[in-house]
């Protein structure tokens, strides 16, 4: 029993700042993110290179990088937040040295077209816990996170003549933290972080996603403003198809989006 009063002590104490809050949210961010890390891909025994994107096929430009959030909040039980993100970019390099990537071998001074495609993902369940005033004009929010991230990466390799291309799709859960700061409830700012390591079967995934974010609401429920995005990607397949996709994906971004 005083487990039980405990637990609806803090439920009702999380009510009336629950109640305050927006019950749906639309979000838009347009990040301007540059790619760098390697890739390794061994598609029947030929041998893989780990390929630096940037120095070894010409990736690593920052490119806009579009994703689409959409949350739902449940008075009390929390928020469920989906969204996805993809990054797109090309390159065209001159090789500094052989490479083999994916069953297939590239020679010395051969001048070479490169692609990367990475999708991500998500749905998270999000709980707030008790808004804690700060003075007059403040208001925090802490909050923790549990979800699931579902990633795939499309990468190829070509000289004219002969391509080499790679794919793979992977799951896994997240936890995570939220912090949200407001001011006359017109203006806050978020930190985020969402990761895990995790290995199952033949996989073995290290991830991080965080970000930092300042908004205002220049309209009733419309909002916008500016953020800083990291994502530190490490995904390995071992089996008779392996790959390896060591990347970081870092930027500043724009968010535009509507809650009410």
Do not use: C
Request: charged share 15%; hydrophobic share 45%.
């Amino acid at each position: 029993m005083k487990r039980l009063a405990a637990a609806l002590f803090v439920l009702s104490a999380a009510a009336p700042a629950l109640a305050q809050d927006e019950l749906v949210g639309f979000r838009v961010r347009e990040w301007y993110a540059r790619v760098s890390g390697t890739v390794e891909a061994d598609s029947s025994g030929l041998g893989s290179t780990t390929i630096d994107l940037d120095h070894d096929i010409g990736l690593g430009d920052r490119n806009w990088t579009p994703e689409l959030q959409a949350y739902l909040h449940l008075p009390v039980l929390g928020r469920i937040y989906g969204g996805w993100w993809h990054l797109h970019d090309t390159g065209h390099e001159t090789l500094s040295e052989q490479i083999d990537y994916a069953n297939q071998s590239f020679a010395v001074g051969t001048p070479v077209n490169s692609e990367f495609t990475l999708d991500v993902g998500y749905l998270t369940y999000e709980f707030a816990f008790p808004t804690i005033p700060l003075g007059n004009l403040l208001k925090l929010e802490l909050a923790v996170s549990a979800g699931a991230r579902a990633i795939r990466g499309d990468a190829s390799i070509s000289d004219g003549s002969q391509s080499a291309h790679d794919n793979g799709i992977i799951g896994f859960p997240t936890l995570g933290a939220h912090v949200t700061l407001k001011l006359f409830d017109y203006i806050r700012t978020e930190v985020e972080v969402q990761g895990l390591v995790f290995r199952y079967s033949n996989n073995e995934v290290h991830y991080i996603e965080t970000f930092a974010e300042a908004t205002v609401e220049p309209l009733p429920w419309v909002f916008a403003g500016v953020g800083y995005k990291l994502a530190v990607v490490n995904l390995q397949h071992s089996a008779s198809n392996s790959f390896h996709v060591d990347i970081d994906i870092s930027g500043i971004y724009l968010t535009v989006g509507v809650r009410f």
